[in-house]
């Protein structure tokens, strides 16, 4: 019987080549990894480790990926993360992955944030291979080129690639509070449209248990004034005997 390829011992050769899908479970893990190791890739220079780190952690679980693969994953990610990210609407849901993708990325823009205080011009170089991480700077840009981008870079790109990234998070919740205020004052119409149906049920009933006290009153005097007028007969009739007797 063959065994799925994600359970399948198979030689790094093999694996590499086959390149399979990444399953939801999978990627749901991948990125649980990641977030733990987040500050580790903040922190450091060189995160080829951490992606063999993450490719590790991953095999102890079930899921064969290499490193390289895990990086392609992560670029991917981050793509769809910021094309979702910049379509308002229902879009988003599409993107199965956007809530644990703009966690770590909050958590990252506020740690850089504490690094630029107390780290002032080192911050610089972090935010840099952040962006090159990530597809924003040349791919296949050589060492020496970055070393020089990284002393040439003003300490102003990186204060205005945190106030971008802080303006798109307060638009985005904005975006998520008039969502939130229309949905709660929907909510409070259809609260006052349900008060206003029970209202007039519970009116109707009042005035329905009301008529059958009424007509139970009238029933109950009609049988009184039977049972007034059959006690007059019988003692009538009674009164005729006992004169004919006498």
């Known amino acids: ?26 990627t749901m893990e991948f990125l649980a990894i ?19 780190a993450i490719s590790s952690l991953l095999q102890q679980r079930g899921f064969f990926r290499t490193p390289d693969q895990c990086k392609s994953k992560w670029k991917n ?26 966690k ?13 205080k107390a780290r002032g011009k080192q911050v610089q170089v ?28 003003p300490d102003e790109a990186v204060e205005g690639a945190v106030r971008d990234f802080m303006r798109r998070q307060l638009e985005m919740e904005a975006r998520w509070a008039e969502a939130a205020e229309a949905r709660d004052a929907e909510r409070r119409a259809k609260e006052a449209q349900w008060r206003t149906v029970m209202q ?4 109707e009933r009042t005035d329905l248990e009301r008529r059958w006290r009424e007509r139970e009153e009238e029933r109950r005097v009609r049988e009184e004034v039977r049972a007034e007028r059959r006690h007059g007969l019988l003692i009538a009739l009674l009164d005729k005997v006992v004169h004919k007797d006498c």
Do not use: C
């Open 200 to 203: 007039g049920l519970q009116e």
């Open 77 to 102: 990610l981050v793509t769809r993360f910021k094309g979702s990210e910049s379509v308002e609407g229902e879009i988003n849901r599409q993107f199965p992955f956007y809530e644990e993708m703009r």
């Open 34 to 52: 990641r977030a733990q190791l987040d500050k580790s890739f903040v922190e450091t220079k060189r995160n080829k480790p951490l992606w063999q």
């Open 1 to 26: 019987m063959e065994l799925h390829p994600y359970l399948r011992v198979n030689n790094p050769q093999e694996t590499s080549e086959r390149f399979p899908q990444w399953t939801h479970d999978e």
């Open 126 to 153: 972090q935010a840099k291979e952040w962006e090159a991480e990530e597809g924003e700077g040349e791919v296949a840009m050589s060492k020496k080129r970055r070393k020089v981008e990284r002393k040439k870079r």
């Open 104 to 116: 770590i990325l909050s958590d990252r823009m506020e740690r850089l944030l504490v690094l630029e």
